[in-house]
């Protein structure tokens, strides 16, 4: 009888934490002159009606996901977000001091959505040399992946072997990508609200698993 070797299906390692990152809902719209709550220096809206539905089908997408553990930073909006999935599973999520997003200087509470939108220059050169440094004020590049890293292997050690769903925001997303698998800096921005992306830590090492999963959404 001829040995056959078929193709694998992926499993994480023996001993690998897997991480779903869950990027927050549609939070509320920015509005000139007017700033968002903040929070310790950072915007703090809450989500949009469309984020709040958004949330739903992600705890719809993920309840029957064998999952240890739920994480959310210290903004309202990943609260909000991952709210149905804690009731599904009957979980309280724990908050990541260093998940949080990139701090923006003073431009946070909603005024870089405007100046993003307008093609500001500053805007503009942050996106050239993908570094928030420009914005007077704002965290750079380097420290904010820093921490993001520290935050996500502070997880992964407490979760070897197991599965978490981690809710963070879209700068977060990007900057575990981007660590993981190489990338230019920004390569990962731009993950829709309310998407699942995949990221398995072990050994010291993080591989991509997944970026920017929407099916779950398509129906709103």
């Known amino acids: ?35 968002f709550p903040m929070k310790d220096g950072h915007g703090d809206p809450r989500l949009h009606p469309q984020g709040e539905r958004q ?25 909000q977000t991952a709210a149905p999935l804690a009731a599904h599973l009957g979980a309280t999520p724990i908050e990541n001091p260093d998940l949080h997003e990139v701090h923006l200087g003073d431009w946070d ?30 965290e750079t590049r380097d420290a904010f992946f820093g921490r993001v890293r520290k935050g996500l292997f502070d997880i992964a050690h407490a979760h070897a072997g197991e599965r978490v769903a981690v809710f963070v925001h879209g700068g977060v997303v990007g900057a575990a990508l981007a660590m ?7 390569a990962f921005l731009g993950a829709a609200n309310g998407s699942i992306s995949r990221l398995v830590i072990h050994d010291g090492r993080m591989s991509v698993r997944g970026f920017n999963d929407t099916q779950h959404l398509d129906h709103l």
């Not at 390692?13 to 869950?22: F, V």
């Not at 509470?109 to 704002?138: C, F, H, N, T």
């Open 55 to 79: 949330a739903v089908a992600v705890g719809e997408r993920l309840k029957d996901h064998s999952f240890v553990a739920l994480y959310v930073t210290k903004l309202t909006r990943t609260h």
């Open 109 to 138: 509470g909603g005024l870089y959505r405007i100046k993003a939108a307008e093609g500001d220059p500053i805007y503009r050169r942050v996106i050239e040399i993908q570094d928030w440094s420009p914005i007077p004020g704002a």
């Open 180 to 186: 993981a698998s190489g990338s230019e800096p920004f």
């Open 1 to 35: 009888m001829t040995t056959e070797y078929r193709q694998p299906v992926y499993a994480p390692p023996a001993g690998a934490a897997d991480l779903y990152l869950i990027r927050h809902g549609e939070s509320a719209p920015a509005r000139p002159g007017v700033s």
